[in-house]
Each structure stands twice: as structure tokens, then as C-alpha cells.
């Protein structure tokens, strides 16, 4: 009777372990980008400024290769607060939303500029030809399970890089 537990308990932890590196594996398989249109390089000074120095402001999300659920959501939910919140912005080109991946060379410059170890949204004014000011929004991993909060948390940074625009 004892071999008959010991057995039944044997194949429930397995079955459990089993469960537990399947869930891990599906977190973080490669998912290069769930979200459509991503573009893969961003040459701040070049692309974003005008020829007329004026300033703009790009909502960037620096993710890694490999994606996880969490990184993604972060990503949906401040590109959602910035295409709900800024249409004529973006439209006029004085916003623009990015995720770039920090694990690509090209992008290396603005993780070492921006001082960035994790996947971060960071909110860069650029004026003239150059990145005048930037503001990594560190809070939205702790803001990630309330959508409604993360997206006032981007909306009101994003807000604020625009009016020190004007």
C-alpha cells in the first residue's frame, strides 16, 4: 500500500512540475511583437525632427526580444492611452508612439543615453535635430494590473511633454 501512494504521489508532483515549465515556456516564448506595425529602429534626430527645429515628443517602449504577458500589456495599454488620448497629435506629427527592441544594435545608443536596464516606456522631447529632454515612466510595472490608472499614468506624461512644447 505504501509503493501505491508513494507512486500516486510521485506522478501528481511530476504532473504538476510538467504544468508548471509548460506555463513558464508559453510566458516567455519568442514573441517579437504582438502588436502590428512595429517599427524596429528609431533614429531620434533624424526621423522624428523636422527640418523647422519645432518639437516633437515620441512615446517610446523599449521591450526585449523575448516578450512576456506583463510586457505586452504595458505595451498595449500606453499605446491605447496614447492613440485614445492624442488622434490630432499624432496626426500632425508632433506625437509619436514607437516600441523599439533594446536588444537590437541600432537601438543601443538610446538604452545607454536613456540609462535603461528593462523593457520602459520613455517619453523623449526632441527640438531642433536632437533629444532635449526624456522621461523614463518607471511606474508602470507597479500600474500594469490597473489599466485604467496605467493609462492616466501615460496620458498625464505624455500631456506634460507636449505643453513644455509650446
Known amino acids: 500500500m505504501v509503493w501505491l501512494k508513494r507512486g500516486v504521489t510521485f506522478v501528481l508532483l511530476a504532473f504538476v512540475a510538467a504544468s508548471v515549465v509548460t506555463l513558464v515556456a508559453r510566458e516567455f516564448t519568442d514573441r517579437e511583437s504582438a502588436l502590428p506595425g512595429e517599427a524596429r529602429v528609431l533614429p531620434l534626430e533624424t526621423d522624428v525632427a523636422s527640418g523647422d527645429g519645432a518639437c516633437r515628443v515620441v512615446a517610446c ?8 504577458a506583463t510586457c505586452l500589456e504595458i505595451e498595449q495599454t500606453a499605446r491605447e492611452a496614447v492613440e485614445e488620448n492624442f488622434p490630432s497629435e499624432l496626426a500632425d506629427g508632433r506625437l509619436t508612439w ?4 533594446m536588444e537590437e544594435a541600432a537601438n543601443r545608443p538610446y538604452i545607454d543615453q536613456f540609462d535603461l536596464a528593462m523593457p520602459t516606456l520613455v517619453v523623449v522631447r526632441v527640438k531642433g535635430g536632437a533629444v532635449e529632454e526624456w522621461e523614463p515612466l518607471s511606474d508602470t510595472w507597479g500600474l500594469v494590473r490597473n489599466a485604467v490608472r496605467l493609462s492616466m499614468y501615460v496620458t498625464d506624461h505624455v500631456r506634460r511633454s507636449l505643453e513644455a512644447c509650446r
Not at 517602449?61 to 512576456?68: A, G, L, M, S, V
Not at 514607437?98 to 527592441?101: F, G, P, T, V
Open 98 to 101: 514607437i516600441a523599439l527592441n
Open 61 to 68: 517602449y523599449f521591450h526585449n526580444k523575448d516578450r512576456c
